[in-house]
């Protein structure tokens, strides 16, 4: 049979306190929203309509061309959601998922899991429940004396003795399709927050003696539903610790898992080493035998094998094997750095293809460059490359030697195995095998420093 599914998304997410509609904040660096719809794509569901309503545009664009939507103009209840998906589902037989778009850490074979249990009790509905520490603000599961599930009660309208109850409601339910959209339309608004409930359906089907049952999650972690900030910040230590665990079962080396950060979908190979205080974000790969020190940040990055990351920065960039960055070196977006290139302390290079073997050791600005192999950046070299309105170009050739303190003033060309003495300013290109020397001749004067006031003689 045909699975279909139904993300709730069309709430403000008051409690957050946010101008951002609460299912796009993001934990480990995607949307909570795109964490429930790669749960639900486990499932490969023949449609899934997103309902969306505060912020529709914004919350559209997230599963632009992967999901169909539903507006929900007035946010009713979840009960009311759901309705919204009426013209789309309501005929077509089949089981459908609801799942909300604030519950970003339950996983696809959690739902798989759900999915099956439905299907082999026949169920008309199959709630996902969890078993919590502290159920308080969840759904409460009420099961009768023979341990049959009866309703659903929120906590606002749970009486006391119902509010003992451990076992919550995750939000997440499988439905047969058509029973679901026949029995909402049964549901009413008498309860304490006044809106549609959809945990409203459970009671009418088993008040039409129709078989309904519950799915336990074994992890009470997965059913997080995230109303606030506090509940974010939860979230986002959970899935830190799936990420990392994933990575050391692969064969990741963490100094300290809990401080390291890497969003969900950074690729690291084998033997890569991570210290504390690591960020990894967006679509990065990391080589294997690569050692990334404290204090390292790779964004959006490619990075090779054997590489060496130390205290540095790394943002839209790529990186060949065995290079070597900083201490405290700055590589910025759109730089390519070939096999074996070293970046020492204080170099900040930007946009810039850097050739094989080169180095630029100390306090270097490389920006828009053609570099070739086996440069040398002396120390405080400046690649000029703006002059207020436009970026210009500088080209360096192969085994160019390029003096410390030079300034070199694009656009220019300098060939291959040419040097800038040291405290050049280059205006010019230089050509192949040549020396440029751009500074004022120096002249001593013997014997004048006795008449310098600092002088030893003076003192
Ligand atoms: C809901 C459940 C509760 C469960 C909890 C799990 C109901 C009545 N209650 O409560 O049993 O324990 O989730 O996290 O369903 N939404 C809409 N339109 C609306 C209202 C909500 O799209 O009119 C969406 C929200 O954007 C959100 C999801 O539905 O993604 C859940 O809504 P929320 O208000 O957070 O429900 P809870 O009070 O947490
Ligand atoms: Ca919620």
């Known amino acids: 049979m045909s699975n279909y599914?139904?993300?709730?998304?069309?709430?403000?997410?008051?409690?957050?306190?946010?101008?951002?509609?609460k299912v796009l904040h993001k934990v480990s660096g995607i949307t909570m929203l795109e964490h429930v719809f790669r749960a639900v794509s486990a499932l490969n569901p023949e449609k899934t309509v997103t309902i969306i309503g505060h912020k529709a545009e914004l919350?559209?664009?997230?599963?632009?061309?992967?999901?169909s939507f539903a507006l929900q103009t007035e946010q009713l209840g979840t009960g009311h959601a759901v309705m919204m998906a009426e013209e789309e589902l309501a005929r077509l037989a089949g089981q459908t998922l609801v799942i909300a778009g604030d519950t970003p850490l339950i996983t696809g074979e959690s739902l798989k899991n759900l999915i099956d249990f439905h299907v082999n009790h026949k169920?008309?509905?199959?709630?996902?429940?969890?078993?919590?520490?502290?159920?308080?603000?969840?759904?409460?599961?009420i099961r009768n004396?023979?341990?049959?599930?009866?309703?659903?009660?929120?906590?606002?309208?749970?009486t006391e003795f119902e509010q003992q109850v451990k076992e919550i409601n995750t939000g997440t339910y499988v439905f047969d399709n058509k029973r679901l959209f026949e029995a909402l339309k049964n549901i009413n608004t008498n309860n304490a927050q006044g809106e549609?409930?959809?945990?409203?359906?459970?009671?009418?089907?088993?008040?039409?003696?129709?078989?309904?049952?519950?799915?336990?999650?074994?992890?009470?972690?997965?059913?997080?539903?995230?109303?606030?900030?506090?509940?974010?910040?939860?979230?986002?230590?959970?899935?830190?610790?799936?990420?990392?665990?994933?990575?050391?079962?692969?064969g990741v080396s963490f100094q300290n898992p809990e401080a390291t950060y890497i969003e969900v979908d950074v690729v690291i190979e084998p033997d890569v080493v991570i210290e504390a205080n690591v960020t990894l974000k967006g679509q990065t790969?990391?080589?294997?035998?690569?050692?990334?020190?404290?204090g390292t940040c790779i964004v959006d990055s490619n990075i090779g094998q054997r590489v060496v990351v130390t205290n540095s920065t790394i943002k839209e960039s790529t990186v060949a094997d065995g290079v070597t960055v900083g201490?405290?070196?700055?590589?910025?977006?759109?730089?390519?750095?070939?096999?074996?290139?070293?970046?020492?302390?204080?170099?900040?290079?930007k946009g810039s293809t850097i050739g094989e073997n080169s180095k630029a050791g100390h306090l270097t600005y490389i920006g828009n460059a053609e570099v070739g192999t086996e440069v040398n950046f002396g120390a405080g070299t400046i690649l000029a490359n703006y002059d207020g309105k436009n970026k210009f170009k500088?080209?360096?050739?192969?085994?160019?030697?390029?003096?410390?303190?030079?300034?070199?003033?694009?656009?220019?060309?300098?060939?291959?195995?040419?040097?800038?003495?040291?405290?050049?300013?280059?205006?010019?290109?230089?050509?192949?095998?040549?020396?440029?020397?751009?500074?004022?001749?120096?002249?001593?004067?013997?014997?004048?420093a006795k008449h310098f006031p600092y002088h030893p003689s003076k003192r």
Do not use: C
Request: charged share 25%.
């Open 5 to 21: 599914a139904i993300i709730l998304a069309a709430g403000k997410g008051t409690r957050m306190k946010s101008d951002l509609p």
């Open 59 to 67: 919350v559209r664009e997230v599963l632009s061309g992967k999901s």
């Open 123 to 141: 169920n008309v509905a199959t709630i996902l429940t969890a078993t919590a520490d502290d159920p308080f603000g969840y759904g409460r599961i």
């Open 145 to 158: 004396q023979h341990g049959e599930v009866t309703k659903i009660v929120e906590q606002k309208d749970a």
């Open 196 to 250: 549609y409930y959809l945990t409203d359906v459970i009671s009418i089907f088993r008040e039409n003696g129709e078989k309904v049952g519950a799915y336990v999650l074994r992890d009470f972690n997965e059913s997080l539903g995230v109303n606030d900030r506090v509940a974010l910040a939860t979230a986002e230590s959970v899935m830190r610790n799936r990420i990392n665990k994933a990575h050391m079962v692969n």
């Open 285 to 294: 790969k990391i080589g294997s035998e690569s050692f990334l020190t404290n």
């Open 327 to 349: 201490p405290y070196a700055h590589i910025r977006p759109e730089s390519v750095l070939a096999e074996n290139v070293h970046i020492g302390n204080f170099v900040e290079v």
């Open 394 to 448: 500088t080209t360096i050739g192969d085994n160019v030697f390029v003096g410390s303190n030079s300034t070199i003033i694009a656009p220019l060309t300098i060939g291959n195995r040419a040097v800038t003495a040291a405290g050049s300013t280059v205006t010019k290109d230089v050509p192949e095998d040549s020396i440029a020397i751009g500074r004022g001749r120096q002249e001593n004067k013997d014997g004048y």
